[in-house]
């Protein structure tokens, strides 16, 4: 029987990286990426270049593809941090991709979409916690309900199942700048540099709540077990790590782990007092020997302030995943300082 072949679109960001480099380490699956850019760095499949906005040549790109299996689809749309995800570009990229891969993948058993927490309205306000699958949609409608209720309408009668993963607070060990991880590792080393203590950048209230983070290859496994289970077909499903974190108890950690003082909670909004500090990245890159990666490329800064700026709590029930038969895992707070360490190992910090 010929091997599964997945097309994984987004496979330079936190969660594509990821489930690229755990499906290509596994020989049972063929990968092909998809993605904006071609990477600077080789990867060990196939890295196709589409812009998914443009539909003439999304078809042109992908025609090729006919022994596709699984679409694990991990993109979004380009947008600044002043304004909201975009419904319509969101929308019309998964729908540029379907148009494009349907005709010619005559294997094509299932499409995977990553969503988020938002689902539930984390980002309105304080919402019900812990989150679960079954809880009804808030009233304001956005890019993940735009998707899902696509890839529901166009999976009917066809041969081909869905399903999606509701992740938040990604952490990815390797060097994509929308990684939490990265964004802490970054903050510290800059403010040690101007010499200032490691203050926490959010809110109060999001210092002390409760939270959740998932390691981007746990999230990939899943996902990974999400796609090719027939009991998750056409379903939905939150994961994370498993564990609930307060950023009170880990900041002091963090702030050993750079040998700086834990400083008190000082709300900033990173996008805004990070974005003149590129001289002062170069100064640490020059001083400790760095690999040279250009301070736009390090850290997704809005993606820090959405993190750390909700003042309650961020939980979801993983359970559903759980009786599904995928147990895996981890300790959010080994799992942060492992990937500082990481960082560090490979002179990606100092």
């Known amino acids: 029987m ?11 960001g936190a ?36 812009d998914l906005t443009d539909a003439a040549a999304c078809r042109a790109a992908l025609a090729p593809l006919t022994r596709i299996t699984h679409v694990l689809y991990c993109a979004r749309a380009a947008h600044t941090a002043a304004v909201k ?19 010619v993948a005559s294997r094509l058993a299932h499409v995977h979409f990553v969503e988020g927490s938002k689902v539930y309205g984390s980002d ?13 949609r808030v009233g304001e409608y956005n890019w993940y309900y735009a998707q899902e209720d696509l890839v529901i309408e166009r999976s009917r009668g066809k041969r081909w199942s869905w399903s999606a993963s509701r992740p938040h607070g990604v952490c990815e060990r390797e060097p994509v700048p929308r990684s939490l991880a990265m964004i802490i590792a970054v903050y510290a080393a800059i403010s040690k540099e101007l010499g200032q203590p490691l203050c926490f950048p959010g809110t109060a209230g999001n210092f002390r709540a409760l939270y959740q983070c998932v390691d981007a290859t746990l999230l990939a496994k899943a996902i990974a077990w999400i796609a090719t289970a027939p009991a998750c077909a ?8 498993g564990d609930f974190i307060r950023w009170a108890n880990l900041w002091p950690d963090f702030a050993g782990f750079f040998g ?29 020997g760095l690999k040279p990666t250009p301070y736009e490329q390090v850290a997704v800064w809005s993606y820090g302030d959405f993190n750390f700026g909700r003042d309650y709590d961020i939980m979801s029930s993983t359970l559903k995943l759980r009786q599904s038969g995928f147990s895996a895992s981890l300790d959010t707070s080994r799992m942060l300082l492992e990937h500082l360490g990481h960082f560090r190992q490979e002179r990606m910090i100092p």
């Open 15 to 50: 969660v594509g990286r990821a489930l690229g480099r755990h499906l290509a380490a596994h020989h049972d699956w063929e990968v092909i990426g998809l993605a904006r850019r071609i990477p600077p760095e080789p990867l060990d499949y196939p890295v196709i270049c589409a």
């Open 124 to 136: 309105l306000g304080p919402y019900k916690t812990p989150a679960q699958e079954s809880d009804p």
């Open 234 to 241: 056409n379903q939905a499903f939150n994961v994370t790590n």
């Open 2 to 12: 010929a091997r599964p072949c997945a097309l994984i679109a987004g496979v330079t």
């Open 260 to 288: 700086m003082e834990a400083g008190p909670v000082k709300t900033v909004r990173l996008a805004e007092v990070m974005a003149d500090q590129a001289p002062v990245w170069e100064r640490i890159v020059r001083k400790h």
């Open 85 to 103: 995800e975009p419904i319509a570009a969101n929308l019309a990229m998964l729908r540029n991709l379907l148009d494009a891969i349907e005709p």
